[in-house]
């Protein structure tokens, strides 16, 4: 049985999937913030600007693990590009109540 950090997670990354840009606006926290090796500490506004276009092309992601303690978790996926391309990916998540407040990405290899 998923817990509830588990389920807003999975659920973001199945709004990338289906690219329903509504789905992640709601689950994210006013003050969310973003940081990957490209983006340092963004906000929600500048998150939807640079990175939700990446959804268009993404064809699936397949969560590997997750490993969660209180309202945070670290997931390992696998993600699936238009192209067919593979790659995998860690990302810190934290949540408070019901939202997204922070999201760090470690971006990983691609895979076979």
Same mark, same amino acid.
Request: hydrophobic residues 35%; glycine residues 4%.
């Given at each position: 049985?998923?817990?509830?950090?588990?389920?807003? @997670?999975?659920?973001?990354?199945?709004?990338?999937?289906?690219?329903?840009?509504?789905?992640?606006?709601?689950?994210?926290?006013?003050?969310?913030?973003?940081?990957?090796?490209?983006? @340092?500490?963004?906000?929600?506004?500048?998150?939807?600007?640079?990175?939700?276009?990446?959804?268009?092309?993404?064809?699936?992601?397949?969560?590997?693990? @997750?490993?969660?303690?209180?309202?945070?978790?670290?997931?390992?996926?696998?993600?699936?590009?238009?192209?067919?391309?593979?790659?995998?990916?860690?990302?810190?998540?934290? @949540?408070?109540?019901?939202?997204?407040?922070?999201?760090?990405?470690?971006?990983?290899?691609?895979?076979?």
């Amino acid at each position: 049985m998923s817990s509830k950090v588990s389920e807003i @997670i999975r659920r973001c990354f199945r709004a990338y999937e289906t690219k329903v840009r509504q789905m992640v606006e709601e689950l994210l926290a006013d003050d969310f913030t973003f940081t990957s090796p490209d983006d @340092i500490g963004i906000d929600k506004a500048t998150y939807f600007e640079r990175c939700w276009p990446n959804s268009e092309s993404m064809k699936a992601i397949n969560v590997e693990k @997750i490993f969660e303690r209180d309202n945070e978790a670290f997931v390992r996926y696998e993600g699936e590009l238009t192209t067919g391309e593979k790659f995998r990916n860690t990302e810190y998540f934290r @949540i408070e109540g019901t939202k997204v407040k922070e999201v760090q990405v470690y971006y990983g290899a691609k895979t076979a």
